[in-house]
Structure formats: C-alpha cells, structure tokens
C-alpha cells in the first residue's frame, strides 16, 4: 500500500506491508525510488512490517525547497518513524540510504530504538584523491566562469558530470554535491548497534574496501560478500540477499 504524508512541509511518499510487531525500513541510493526494494518487501513482509519510503526529491515524494545536507535527510526519517509511532525498528539502506544511516547511528536523542542495521554497497567515506594539475586548472577556469556568467557554468557541469549529477533537478544537483562531499568515516565506528554489511565485490560506485574497513572498525559486525556482484546485489541476487536479510532481521529473534 502507497501512503503519502507531511513530515517537515515535505511531502512524503512510503510503501507499507505487513502486519506483523517486527518492523523494519529500507531506504534507498540517490536517483532511486522505495520500489527498488519491492522483490525484499514481498519476502519479508510475509514475517514483518515493512516500510519503504522516497527521500525528498525522489520517486513520488516532493522536491526540497532548499539545499539539504544528510543531516536534513536523517531528521525526515527520524520524524518520519516517530510519525508511524514505531518504538523499535531495523534500517536496512542501500548506497546513500547507507550514508543517511551512519548519521542517523550517530543520533543520540531519539523517541524509538534501533534494532539492526544492515548497509548495502553504503556511502559514506569520501574518496581521498590528489588533484591533478589538469583539475586544479580546470577549477580555476570554473571559478572564473562562475564569476562571469553561473549559467554557462551550470551547462558545462551538466555535460561533464556523473549520471547522477546530469540526471538531477538543478536542486537536487546541489544537494547531491553537498552530500558527497561530506566525510562520515569518523562516525562509522561509532555505530554501536548489531550490524550486517552486504556488498557486491564488483561494485564501480562504492569500492569494497569501503566495506572491509566497515566490518574491522564496527564492533560485531558481519560481511556478506557477493563476488559476482555490482552496485545493485539485491537487484543481482534477490533470492539470496531475500535469505540473508531474513536470517539476520527475522529469525534470530525466535
């Protein structure tokens, strides 16, 4: 069932399924949408409540009227889980839901308990890299474009950027520079609740070597690995990741 309610003057679009006391929310990578995640509803949702919901300026959910940072994303899903008046849930988020998680780890005032955490292919850890004489020129030559005209600049950046960036709203190209930029790897070992690290060792957007420093620096954590696996390994592999989130969220409670 597609519900859509207010949470900060966005309006909020989420999928529900389920009836059972276990809850748990998926939250989705940047240019997707709550129905990535419809193969894992389906399963899980036969032994727990499951929710799925569209970031603002994603799928059917509204556009931000300013810049958000992953700290304004990371309050929506608070609110939005004090909204369904959920006391105790588990987080599953794939990419840049994975990075709204390790911030929201890090909350420590809130009105309900996390339960598990499960990062899928998570961002979070900026790519440290040296700039090369030929980007240092080229951030000149665009601060002076930006001086002369912002719009030929904002065309130029449109055709040299990733797809994210070339497929984004002018808005949310904005928020998604000012994401990326920030580094959360000082938070993840703080993250203090029993967490799972599923990830495609194949995956060209977020190294596995992301993933291994997850699992060292976050106490009693579990890796998963898929060697045949990109970005996407429950789109790859439904049936096991389908398996290994409901071995993990479900039936250990027993």
């Given at each position: 069932m597609?519900i ?11 999928l ?5 006391k276990t809850k748990?929310l ?12 419809q193969?894992q509803i389906?399963?899980?949702s036969?032994k727990?409540?499951v929710?799925?919901?569209d970031?603002p ?5 509204s556009e931000?009227?300013?810049i958000?940072?992953v700290d ?5 899903v608070?609110?939005f ?6 006391k ?15 911030k929201?780890?890090?909350v420590k005032q809130k ?11 998570a961002?979070g850890i900026k790519k440290?890299?040296k700039?090369t004489?030929k980007?240092?020129?080229?951030k000149?030559?665009f601060?002076i474009?930006?001086k002369?005209s912002?719009a030929?600049?904002n ?10 960036y070339r497929d984004?709203?002018?808005m949310m190209?904005d928020i ?5 930029n920030e ?12 967490t ?5 060792e194949?995956?060209?957007?977020v190294?596995?070597s ?9 106490k ?5 690995s898929l060697?045949n696996?990109?970005h ?8 096991l990741?389908?398996?290994v989130l409901?071995?993990f969220?479900?039936?250990e409670?027993k």
């Amino acid at each position: 069932m597609i519900i859509k309610i207010i949470v900060d003057n966005n309006e909020i679009s989420y999928l529900k399924k389920g009836t059972d006391k276990t809850k748990i929310l998926f939250l989705h990578g940047w240019g997707c949408s709550k129905e990535i995640f419809q193969k894992q509803i389906d399963s899980l949702s036969k032994k727990a409540t499951v929710y799925s919901l569209d970031f603002p300026g994603f799928g059917q959910s509204s556009e931000p009227t300013k810049i958000f940072n992953v700290d304004d994303y990371v309050n929506i899903v608070i609110k939005f889980i004090e909204k369904e008046k959920i006391k105790k849930i588990s987080i599953v988020g794939h990419s840049f839901g994975g990075r709204v998680i390790i911030k929201l780890a890090n909350v420590k005032q809130k009105n309900f308990k996390i339960d598990k955490l499960v990062l899928i292919d998570a961002a979070g850890i900026k790519k440290q890299r040296k700039q090369t004489l030929k980007q240092k020129l080229h951030k000149i030559i665009f601060s002076i474009i930006k001086k002369i005209s912002p719009a030929i600049l904002n065309k130029i950046k449109t055709k040299v950027g990733s797809s994210d960036y070339r497929d984004a709203t002018p808005m949310m190209r904005d928020i998604l520079v000012k994401t990326i930029n920030e580094d959360l790897k000082e938070l993840i070992p703080k993250i203090k609740e029993e967490t799972l690290i599923i990830w495609g060792e194949k995956d060209d957007s977020v190294p596995f070597s992301d993933a291994l420093y997850m699992k060292e620096v976050i106490k009693g954590s579990g890796i998963v690995s898929l060697p045949n696996s990109g970005h996407f390994p429950f789109l790859d592999n439904p049936e096991l990741i389908n398996k290994v989130l409901e071995s993990f969220l479900i039936n250990e409670r027993k």
